[in-house]
């Protein structure tokens, strides 16, 4: 996937492991900028519209059946980990429309996730989303609003637990 990732302009480091059954549901392109030694582990999709930015640092691992959805941006930063089952997308259906859901066209608002940040399981990680460096995100929590740094959030959606201790 790297020399495919280089061949249609993208970005991409040394030591990208790609599991069986990672997917790009679209081609790369060069608004694609993938650090050294990231990880996709299996059945991850990366749904990224054409020209759509999409930025991973180094050393993050998508675990298995992740889904990386991105209309307009979405940026991760260095030693993530998005956990298995979530998803992290940019993008809402336009709802307030007389038009069929699936006609109605897509709202994006970009989604920045900091270095050292931890995704637990199955979380949706929405539209508009920045978590902020040092975060972590509890199992099956819904996320589309700002998260400080260093703090532990869960839920639906989701809200502070605490502060990470020894920071
Ligand atoms: C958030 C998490 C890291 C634990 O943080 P913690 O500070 O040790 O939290 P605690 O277990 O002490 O729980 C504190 C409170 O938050 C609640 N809580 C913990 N995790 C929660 C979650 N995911 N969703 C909702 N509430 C949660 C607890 O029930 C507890 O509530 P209470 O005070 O009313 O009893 C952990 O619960 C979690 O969700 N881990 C994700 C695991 C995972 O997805 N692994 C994937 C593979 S790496």
Redesign the pocket.
Known sequence: MTLWIRAWGGNVGAGLTVERGATLRHPPSSGWDIGTAVYLGRNCILDIQPGAVLAIGSRTKIMHFVVIGAETRIEIGEDV?I??FSSVRDANHVIDSPVVIAKSGMKSSAISIGNDVWV??GSAVLSGAKIESGA?V????VVNKGVDSDS?V??APARL??KRQNR
Do not use: W
């Open positions: 980990q956990s298995e637990g399981r972590v509890g199992a099956n929590s532990i869960a839920g637990l605490r």
